[in-house]
């Protein structure tokens, strides 16, 4: 079946820029989840939703970052007035219950993000 | 911030030949996860191994876990050039299903070449 799609794949913004990145789940997954990438790094953890419920956003690193899930299936990642720093992979993924790092992520391909 | 680190950095081997690859860890985990990426094909779940397990096969995948040690060891046999990619260990929070145990923390990644 389909897996995580990522949209766009790749972006690039002028600093100031606001961006929207969307993820669209595998179908009937209750958990979502945003990585953010750096070059040479490990993904590391930004928020978590259960269905439509942002239950941890604790690594979103600053304000100008957003997510939602409004309906529980597809997901937007937006970052508003773009910095340098912020250039990074986004990684999506979701898993199929509410258990979280207790099975397995299916991860999409990324947004690759470059703000000049 | 990242709790794995894997090691070596980067390994370079033969076709043929097997590849080992250690993570280790800082806290007290429910499980370990290895994922593969490439620019191919993104993220790719490889193997999770419980807490309460020491070793765990899959096809040419053997993952050891030393709770004690807090370290874990990914040996691919017989490596092909496909096997071309990054490895990355993840482990979740600990705890039981509690918060925090629902984000993956991820390592910093081995660059596996695999020459023909």
């Known amino acids: 079946g389909a897996g995580v799609s990522q949209s766009p794949r790749y972006k690039v913004a002028k600093r100031g820029q606001d961006v929207a990145l969307r993820c669209d789940p595998i179908?009937?997954?209750?958990?979502l989840f945003w990585y953010q990438q750096a070059l040479g790094q490990g993904p590391e953890f930004l928020t978590y939703?259960?269905?439509?419920?942002?239950?941890?956003k604790s690594g979103l690193p600053s304000d100008r970052f957003f997510a939602e899930r409004p309906e529980g299936s597809v997901s937007t990642l937006k970052i508003q007035r773009t910095q340098q720093e912020d250039s990074a992979v986004y990684l999506c993924?979701?898993?199929?219950?509410?258990?979280?790092?207790?099975?397995?992520?299916?991860f999409g391909p990324g947004t690759r993000l470059l703000v000049l | 911030s990242q709790q794995g680190e894997e090691d070596p950095q980067a390994l370079s081997i033969q076709e043929g030949e097997n590849a080992t690859m250690n993570c280790s860890y800082k806290?007290?985990?429910?499980?370990l996860q290895w994922y593969r990426q490439n620019s191919g094909r993104g993220l790719v779940h490889l193997i999770l191994i419980r807490s309460n397990e020491r070793e765990k096969h899959s096809g040419r995948l053997r993952v050891t876990l030393d709770t004690s040690k807090k370290s874990s060891s990914l040996l691919i046999t017989a490596s092909r050039a496909a096997d071309t990619a990054s490895y990355f260990c993840?482990?979740?929070?600990?705890?039981?299903?509690?918060?925090?145990?629902?984000?993956?923390?991820f390592g910093k990644g081995t660059k596996l070449s695999v020459i023909p």
């Open positions: 993924a979701s898993s199929p219950r509410n258990r979280g790092g207790l099975e397995t992520q299916y």
């Open positions: 939703f259960q269905n439509e419920a942002q239950l941890d």
């Open positions: 179908s009937g997954h209750v958990s």
């Open positions: 993840a482990t979740d929070g600990g705890g039981y299903s509690g918060a925090g145990s629902y984000q993956l923390t």
């Open positions: 806290t007290s985990i429910n499980n």
